[in-house]
């Protein structure tokens, strides 16, 4: 049998998440894993028993695809999976609660230091697959594109990048009925591995607005924006449906505009870019449980990766994943 626990998936409406499976399917169509990337060869050592995930909410449907597909070839193989925020996975590494610690930032030197500090060795980090971090607006939105000291204008109360105050659409140069339409700011809450990075990379590290609807999930953000017809917000790519429309992005006002596709994200030049990771507590020289260490391979293989795109997210190339699976030994 397997075992699933969704927390971020029963908070996604049936609507929502179909909307969100046929942007993906979309995505997938357009995207193609490296053809370089191994097939996953099953382990000739027994693999079974039970898996603990804990973290990420960004990651939650993509460690359930991925823990679905590993269920198919080693059926026993029992998988729990909860995803409340990428805040939560340090401290389940630590305790020893999960095996598994998705995050879709990197771990804090204090979250490290406190693993290293009962362990004697730092957690390994697993990069995954890769995501674009969206600014998403609603479809009927007009507006094409933003700098980042736009958005930190829209979100932030402290405003490091230099701009002025941005409250309404008019601000942005949207004109007629939506000059004066205040702008609605929906984001995530402070568990979120998305929620710092966005305060980092596009705030600078500012305060965000106490306006902001804060969310417990991603698809909780996107379905704001989508019925919002002002709203703006932002959330993995992976987690856009037909009801949003994730803008183009610079790095400064004037700068050049980048799109939130593959090959922006995959060569670095779409501004919030960012690794999906996986943490696991691996000694120095000590081989991973089978089970957890197969888990990695197949996250990592020519079939992880198929699995990743058609969630919507990016997978990685196979000189990448190379590097990654070496963690493993």
């Keep these: 049998m ?13 609507a929502v998440f179909a909307a969100a499976i046929a942007s993906a399917d979309q995505t997938s169509a357009k995207v193609q894993a490296d053809a370089n990337l191994p097939a996953y060869a099953k382990s000739d050592v027994a693999v079974e028993g039970s898996l603990s995930s804990i973290g990420s909410d960004t990651m939650n449907n993509l460690m359930t695809f991925w823990a679905e597909g590993f269920a198919r070839m080693y059926p026993g193989v029992k998988v729990q999976i909860e995803g409340k925020g990428s805040s939560t996975a340090p401290p389940a590494l630590i305790e020893g609660t999960a095996q598994f610690g998705p995050m879709s930032r990197d771990m804090k030197a204090e979250e490290s230091d406190a693993f290293e500090k009962k362990y004697g060795y730092k957690p390994t980090r697993i990069r995954t697959s890769m995501d674009s971090l969206a600014v998403f607006v609603h479809h009927d939105n007009p507006i094409k594109d933003l700098s980042l000291a736009q958005v930190d204008s829209i979100f932030s109360s402290t405003r490091k990048r230099g701009g002025k105050e941005i409250t309404t659409w008019g601000q942005l140069g949207l004109t007629g009925d939506w000059a004066d339409k205040p702008i609605n700011l929906y984001g995530r809450n402070a568990a979120s591995g998305t929620y710092g990075y966005f305060k980092e990379h596009a705030l600078k590290k500012g305060d965000y607005k106490n306006s902001v609807k804060e969310q417990p999930g991603s698809a909780s953000v996107v379905q704001g924006v989508s019925e919002d017809l002002y709203a703006i917000g932002y959330s993995g790519i992976g987690y856009v449906t037909s009801g949003v429309r994730a803008v183009g992005l610079s790095e400064k006002d004037g700068g050049t505009v980048y ?5 922006n994200t995959r060569d670095g030049n779409y501004p919030l870019a960012r690794f999906l990771n996986l943490y696991v507590n691996k000694a120095p020289g000590q081989p991973l449980p089978p089970i957890v260490g197969e888990f990695c391979k197949f996250i990592l293989s020519k079939e992880g990766q198929e699995i990743t795109i058609k969630d919507g997210y ?16």
């Design 259 to 263: 799109e939130a596709n593959y090959e």
């Design 2 to 14: 397997k075992m699933f626990k969704l927390a971020a998936r029963a908070a996604m409406t049936a």
């Design 314 to 329: 990016l997978p990685l190339d196979a000189k990448t994943a190379e590097k990654e699976r070496k963690l493993l030994d």
